[in-house]
């Protein structure tokens, strides 16, 4: 039984998983604090106040916040808007000029358009010579 729980730890998967949370949630206090800090308080000199707990709807005595999601909806807005443009887009666009294009290993048979290897002298599907 310790066996398989041990094999199951140290499966590359769950150490994976185990690094990409800790990680994230290191990233995470990095984008709520530069979005605290730094878009916020731009957006609040823009706009005006970018925080709305101030609504507040009276609905037959009680009182129904909604002001206060508004304000998470816009918060999470900004954060995904600030990890997309400063880090998913420069990350793609390195990644894409770091990798090389590979060369083609299949090619198209003539007569059924089934995909055969390079070096195939004949295709596996029709028996057509390949060309």
Do not use: W
């Amino acid at each position: 039984m310790l066996k398989g729980f041990r094999d199951f730890i140290l499966r590359g998967n769950v150490v994976d998983l185990a690094v990409a949370v800790i990680v994230g949630a290191a990233f995470s206090k990095i984008i709520t604090a530069f979005t605290a800090n730094i878009i916020s308080p731009l957006i609040g000199a823009i706009a005006g106040k970018p925080d709305f707990s101030y609504l507040i709807l009276t609905l037959h005595g009680g009182k129904i916040g909604y002001g206060s999601f508004l304000t998470a909806v816009i918060d999470f807005l900004i954060q995904a808007s600030v990890v997309y443009f400063l880090i998913v887009v420069p990350v793609n666009f390195f990644m894409a000029r770091i990798r090389k294009p590979t060369a083609p290993t299949t090619k198209t048979c003539a007569e059924c358009l089934s995909e055969i290897p390079l070096s195939a002298k004949r295709c596996k599907f029709c028996a057509q010579p390949a060309a």
